[in-house]
């Protein structure tokens, strides 16, 4: 037996281990779960961060990006929680439900649980399902994603979260908010399991609020969605941030249902918006849609693997990227095809903007395809704003940059259009020319 | 109104000259119309007026309402009241057509520092523009130009003029694609704005479209350069002899 070769620890790896040693014993978990927690810890400390030499994260080297690792940020308090997402107020003035979970722990008392509850909704703890005996099952991570090292650092760490699950057939009559709150400086590491069951109805929106400092901010958002059920969510990761914005999506979907989300990302230094997505029921379909803006020295990598397991399912995959200065795109989408999964049909498609000489893309669309009887395709692109197109706009007046607001947003626009989720359509398209406008 | 004077122009990119000393005069109220061979530099001379940065004037001056056009950008030429209607208008895909316009049209009177238009006067003014031009409402829900057919993206361009209402129209090959009676109601379009403030450069390989929009004055364009000028039997002239006598000019 040979032991783990000893690598040598950056000074954020070694804050990380010193952060676990202190925080190991607040920790929430049944002794399943502390053995988990303890693994991943052990994780980081013989593989150390995700950096450029892991395949997964050759262009988001988080290794190289973290230059220390602050400590877990300190409880909330509610009423400043809710003030904080009350003045940030990502979504605006569109109607809706919601729940808040502030420096990693969900704050009850200024969710919207009655109002939920009526809806056929229950809220409850993440940290608190940790300590029950059945936990590491919410712990549970996809074959697909492997070792992954965002991930393992969601184990370790994980501080709370919500339990959401909507009752079997019921159509939740108002989009449902996620809002992260950070109140006070320091990492936030939360993971939220969203069950919808049979045939239920639910639209999610999901936001940041506060800062966390030099803190990552880590979840994990796990889908269950069972048979017949249809879901859709808006994930919002908007300002600038200095702290490692991480963020993952598990799902797994049933037989005849829809699962959507749209990951909108403009303004962190460095955000990750990873998803790992199967199929486990037949005749299913899963959009998953992206739309990134970086500019300066950021970066913003959307990655995401999924699985067709079962025949019949349908997935599509459309991602826009618009880059500025310094500023680094990446994305990395895998369409697996299992042998037996015939009829699988799958469209994939990058497309990248970028606004001057100075950005960089890295576009990795790939498939892997087992079945032979199966429709699958993708394409990428990369290119500067069409000349031509300009120069039409502004010889009807349209002044320069205008004219740049209207064809970036009518590039973003195809995938923001193309989620169909009208209430937040207008919205996102407000949150693409605060960007433009340097907001 | 805009007199061009001795202008000489070649392509930025790899320096070919296209236009080799064009002299144009054109008063308001009238119009003049441009012909000559395929190539002779016409769409050129239209997207310098327009301010098109493909293309590098070397030599001579462009005066439009006394001001030295070539000094602005194409969206404040577009605001001073020069409008192009393009030989190939392009599709824009994910810009829709109602927006667009009204965006066109606030940005021109902000520029010259009128109220922005409110969403139901800007609706009765299309609807009623639209109506004159016989463009469906459901061509004005597309992005625009986006699967237009070519008349349909001729008339969407006359009447973005006739909202725009420019003191300079410049027409290129308006009437190619155009069937008959697309023909006729885009040039009772394009009449209706013949004003004395207004003055027009209607480009055009035939007497067609000049039986309905009469031209002032006929130029023939060979090679860069204007070869010839006259009255609106010209063009009548051309129609039957072709434009051999004039190449050997040039
Ligand atoms: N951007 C460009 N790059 C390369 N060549 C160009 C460009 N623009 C014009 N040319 C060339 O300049 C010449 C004049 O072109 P232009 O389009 O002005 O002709 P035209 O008189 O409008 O012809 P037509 O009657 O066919 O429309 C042609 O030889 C054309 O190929
Ligand atoms: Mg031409």
């Known amino acids: 037996m040979t032991a783990p070769t000893q690598i040598s620890h950056t000074q954020a790896e070694s804050d990380l281990l010193a952060r676990f040693d202190t925080a190991k014993g607040d920790l929430s978990g049944s002794t399943a779960v502390s053995d988990l927690r303890v693994a991943a810890a052990e994780q980081i400390k013989t593989k150390g961060l995700p950096h450029r030499r892991v395949e997964e994260y050759k262009y988001t080297d988080l290794r190289a990006y973290m230059k220390s690792a602050a400590p877990l940020a ?72 492997g070792t992954d090292g965002v991930l393992a650092l969601n184990t370790a760490f994980v501080q709370g979260g919500v339990v959401i699950t909507v009752k079997e057939g019921a159509d939740v009559s108002r989009p449902v908010e996620l809002v992260h709150v950070s109140t006070a400086e320091g990492a936030i590491v939360t993971r939220n399991r969203i069950n919808v069951a ?43 941030t200095e702290g490692a914005r991480l963020l993952t999506t598990l799902a797994t979907i049933g037989a005849d249902a829809i699962f959507k989300i749209l990951g909108f990302m403009a303004g962190p230094a460095f955000a990750r918006n990873q998803q790992f997505v199967a199929f486990e029921g037949e005749n299913s379909e899963a959009k998953l849609y992206g739309v990134s803006m970086a500019r300066d020295r950021c970066l913003a990598d959307q990655t995401l693997i999924i699985d067709h397991a079962v025949p019949h399912c349908n997935s599509r995959e459309y991602f826009k990227t618009v880059l500025d200065d310094e500023a680094r795109g990446v994305y990395q989408g895998r369409i697996n095809v299992a042998q037996h999964a015939q009829k699988s049909d799958g ?81 996102l398209e407000q949150r693409v020319r605060d960007w433009l406008a340097g907001k | 109104m805009l007199e061009i004077k001795n202008l000489h122009a070649r392509i930025a990119e790899d320096g070919t000259e296209i236009l080799r000393g064009v002299d144009l005069k054109v008063n308001a109220g009238e119009v003049h119309a441009i012909m000559g061979p395929n ?5 050129t001379l239209s997207y310098i007026l327009a301010g098109k940065s493909d293309y590098e004037v070397t030599e001579g001056e462009i005066i439009f309402h006394g001001e030295n056009l070539l000094e602005l950008e194409p969206d404040e030429r577009a605001a001073a009241g020069v409008f192009l209607a393009f030989q190939y208008p392009i599709e ?82 308006t009437d190619s694609g155009l069937d008959i009676d697309a023909l006729r109601i885009v040039s009772e379009g394009v009449n209706k704005l013949r004003s004395p403030e207004r003055a027009m450069v209607v480009i055009t390989h035939y007497q067609r479209l000049l039986d309905h929009i009469i031209p002032d004055v006929v130029h023939v364009l060979s090679k860069g350069r204007i070869v010839k000028t006259g009255g609106k039997e010209l063009a009548l002239e051309l129609e039957k002899n072709g434009y051999a006598d004039y190449i050997e000019a040039a």
């Open chain 1, 198 to 240: 049979k045939g239920a109805k639910l639209k999610m929106l999901e936001s940041f609020a506060g800062t966390t400092g030099t803190g990552e901010t880590n979840v994990v958002f796990d889908y269950k969605i069972a048979d017949n059920a249809e879901f859709a969510t808006t994930r919002l990761v908007v300002g600038a």
């Open chain 2, 92 to 173: 824009i895909p994910g810009v829709a057509t109602m927006e667009f316009l009204k965006t066109a049209m606030n940005a021109q009177r902000k520029a010259k520092g009128q109220a922005q238009l409110s969403i139901p006067d800007f609706m009765k003014l299309v609807k009623e523009k639209s109506k004159d031009l016989n463009v469906s409402m459901d061509m004005l829900k597309r992005p625009l130009n986006v699967g237009f057919s070519g008349g349909e993206k001729k008339r969407a361009e006359i009447l973005q003029m006739s909202l725009l209402e420019p003191s300079l129209c410049v027409l290129d090959e």
């Open chain 1, 74 to 145: 300190p409880k909330a308090s509610a009423a400043e929680a809710k003030a904080l997402a009350d003045a940030e107020n990502a979504y605006g003035e569109l109607e809706r439900f919601r729940i808040v979970v502030a420096n990693g722990t969900y704050l009850a008392e200024v969710s919207d649980l009655e109002a939920l509850a009526a809806e056929g909704v229950t809220v409850t703890d993440f940290a608190a399902a940790l300590d029950q005996d059945t936990a590491a099952d919410l712990l549970a991570t996809p074959p697909s994603a």
């Open chain 1, 347 to 427: 469209e994939m498609m990058t497309q990248a903007l970028l606004l001057s000489e100075g950005p960089e893309m890295a576009n990795k669309p790939e498939l892997e395809i087992f079945a032979d009887d199966v429709l699958c395709a993708h394409g990428a692109t990369s290119g500067q704003i069409d000349e031509d197109l300009l120069f039409y706009l502004r010889a009807r007046g349209i002044p320069e940059a205008e004219a740049r607001t209207l064809l970036v947003l009518a590039f973003l626009s195809e995938a923001i259009e193309e989620f169909e989720e009208e209430y937040v359509t207008d919205f």
């Open chain 2, 39 to 43: 190539g002779s530099g016409k769409s």
